[in-house]
Every structure is written in structure tokens, then in C-alpha cells.
């Protein structure tokens, strides 16, 4: 199991741009697949973005699409979310989590979290 921490949360305006950090503490993070997810108050969790080991395949959940970008440093051990023309229906807190093997956009299939980092975006 891989400790992850995520950092970048914050508030800001309706339309403004965010980027989430996710560290790993171990080099194997390298070597699996890495999601973000999203809880909003009162609400199931869901995906938001996948990205495979080596970066060269990425997916987005359809609500975020066009607007947040999936990258990863394997040599820093961090996945990125950057986070544009954002809106107040992406608040919510956000949690990376890592899985050996390809990707998946299921939660249950990933064995390391994150803590998770809050995001709010105003109107």
C-alpha cells in the first residue's frame, strides 16, 4: 500500500483554476495506475480522472472534460490535476487514489488513498 497525500485545495471564484497535488511516499507509485475522485456534502463519491503508469493514457469523467488535465512526474512521485474555468459544482473534497495495474474509474478497485484536499468554488 502506497501513502499518498494531496495538497492545492482551496477557495476560489466560479471560472478560476486550481491545481491538485498528489505525492507518494513510495517509488512503486510509478509503476500503477492513478484516480482522482470527488465527495460533495451529502453526496456519493465519484471519479474524476484517470491516468495509466506511464502518463501516455489519460480519462476524464464527462462533467469535467475540456476543463481539468491529468498529468504525473513519476520522477517526483506526484499526479497533477490542474483545474480550469471552474464551478461551484466542483466543490467538493478531493482524493487521489492509486491501484497497480491499468486504470480503473471504480473506487473499489483502488487499495491507497488520500487523505483529501477541499476545493470551493464560489459564485
Known amino acids: 500500500q502506497v501513502h499518498l497525500a494531496e495538497s492545492g485545495g482551496g477557495l476560489v471564484q466560479a471560472g478560476g483554476s486550481l491545481r491538485l497535488s498528489c505525492a507518494a511516499s513510495e517509488r512503486t507509485f510509478s509503476s500503477g495506475a492513478v484516480a482522482w475522485f470527488r465527495q460533495a456534502p451529502g453526496k456519493e463519491r465519484e471519479y474524476v480522472a484517470a491516468i495509466t503508469w506511464s502518463g501516455l493514457t489519460t480519462d476524464y469523467d464527462e462533467s469535467v472534460k475540456g476543463r481539468f488535465t491529468i498529468s504525473r512526474d513519476n520522477a517526483k512521485n506526484t499526479v497533477y490535476l490542474e483545474m480550469n474555468k471552474l464551478k461551484p459544482e466542483d466543490t467538493a473534497v478531493y482524493y487521489c487514489?492509486?491501484?497497480?495495474?491499468?486504470?480503473?474509474?471504480?473506487?473499489?478497485?483502488?487499495?491507497?488513498w488520500g487523505q483529501g484536499t477541499q476545493v470551493t468554488v464560489s459564485s
Open positions: 487514489a492509486a491501484k497497480d495495474g491499468y486504470y480503473s474509474i471504480y473506487d473499489g478497485d483502488f487499495t491507497s
